[in-house]
């Protein structure tokens, strides 16, 4: 087993680009406690708390590996849910949620390509 907060140091090893992207990642979901008031605002912040908690214990067992994609498969769920809302929200709280569903949206597709690669590519060799 790793200690998961040995995930940041891993983290850090990794292209600058990576870096600045989960960082990134983690403010615009940290952002919408600035909107606490709204309930879609909740769900996302305890979304990604729940993911965060995932990503660890994916760490914990497989380290720094592309199965830590997974930890984001709330997402795959919440996403469409926060794009059907945007129709009735007119404030600056659509502007976050745009910003948080492309977002979450480019991110997503690292993790699905991530995960195809860790359970098809990675089988193979």
Same mark, same amino acid.
């Given at each position: 087993m790793n200690n998961p907060l040995h995930f940041f140091v891993e983290l850090l090893k990794q292209p600058l680009w990576v870096v600045t992207w989960v960082a990134f990642m983690g403010l615009v979901n940290m952002m919408s406690l600035l909107f606490w008031q709204d309930r879609l605002a909740k769900i996302i912040a305890v979304t990604f708390m729940i993911s965060a908690g995932l990503m660890m214990s994916l760490y914990s067992v497989f380290g720094f590996q592309k199965i830590l994609g997974l930890g984001h498969i709330l997402w795959l769920a919440l996403l469409p849910y926060v794009l059907i809302q945007l !129709?009735? %929200?007119?404030?600056? $709280? !659509? %502007? /976050? #949620? #745009?910003?948080?569903? $492309?977002?979450?949206?480019?991110?997503?597709?690292?993790? %699905?390509?991530?995960? /195809? $690669? /860790? $359970?098809?590519?990675g089988a193979v060799q």
């Open positions: !129709k009735t %929200i007119h404030s600056k $709280f !659509k %502007i /976050y #949620l #745009l910003v948080w569903a $492309f977002t979450t949206s480019v991110s997503l597709a690292f993790d %699905i390509t991530d995960v /195809y $690669f /860790y $359970f098809c590519v």
